[in-house]
C-alpha cells in the first residue's frame, strides 16, 4: 500500500464506537482544533440517523455511506508530447477513503442554514442509499474516467 505517514499509526479508534474510521472523520471534521465540538457534531449525527433508521446500527450506515462514496477510479493529467490527457487510473485505498470523506464533508459544509450534525445525517443517510451530493461526485468521477478510456494506455 506504499508509505504508512504518521497519523495513521498514532490514530486513536473514537471513544464511542471504537472506530478508526470515525476517529479519522472527527478529525477532518474539527475545525481551529476544536475536536470535542467535531465529536459532538458527528455522534449528534449518528444518534439522529439510528432515530431516522431504526432497523439499522448507526455506525454501520456510517462506515457503508462512505464505502459507498469511494471512487475506484479517476482522471488524472498527463502530458504526452505537448498536449494534455486525462489518463484514467486506479485510486489507491488510502486516497479512496480521503476523497471519500473529503467530498462528504465538501457536501456538508456547501448546504446552509442548518444545524451541521442535520446536514451531516442527511449527506451519511444519502450515502448509504446510494445518492446524495457526494455520492454524485463519485459517479462523475467514473464517468470521465470511462469517458476517457482511449486514453488508458498512457497510465503508466
Not at 472523520?25 to 465529536?39: E, H, P, R, S, Y
Not at 456538508?108 to 442548518?114: C, F, L, N, P, S
Not at 444519502?126 to 467514473?142: L, M, S
Not at 482511449?150 to 503508466?156: K, L, P, T
Request: glycine fraction near 6%; proline fraction near 4%.
Amino acid at each position: 500500500m506504499g508509505s504508512i505517514t504518521a497519523s495513521r499509526t498514532q490514530l486513536k479508534p473514537d471513544p464511542r464506537y471504537d472506530s478508526i474510521l470515525a476517529s479519522k472523520f472527527i478529525n477532518c471534521l474539527m475545525q481551529d482544533g476544536k475536536k470535542t465540538v467535531a465529536q459532538q457534531v458527528l455522534y449528534r449525527a449518528l444518534d439522529e440517523i439510528g432515530r431516522r433508521i431504526p432497523d439499522a446500527e448507526p455506525i454501520e450506515v456510517f462506515e457503508q455511506a462512505i464505502e459507498n462514496v469511494k471512487p475506484y477510479i479517476e482522471v488524472r493529467s498527463k502530458r504526452v508530447g505537448g498536449a494534455s490527457y486525462q489518463v484514467p487510473m486506479q485510486v489507491n485505498r488510502a486516497r479512496q477513503q480521503s476523497l471519500a470523506l473529503r467530498w462528504i464533508l465538501g457536501a456538508v459544509r456547501d448546504k446552509k442554514g442548518r444545524p451541521t450534525h442535520l446536514k451531516l445525517a442527511d449527506e451519511l443517510i444519502a450515502g448509504y442509499k446510494k445518492e446524495g451530493v457526494a455520492y454524485t461526485k463519485r459517479e462523475n468521477t467514473h464517468r470521465m474516467a470511462d469517458a476517457n478510456k482511449a486514453f488508458a494506455h498512457f497510465a503508466w
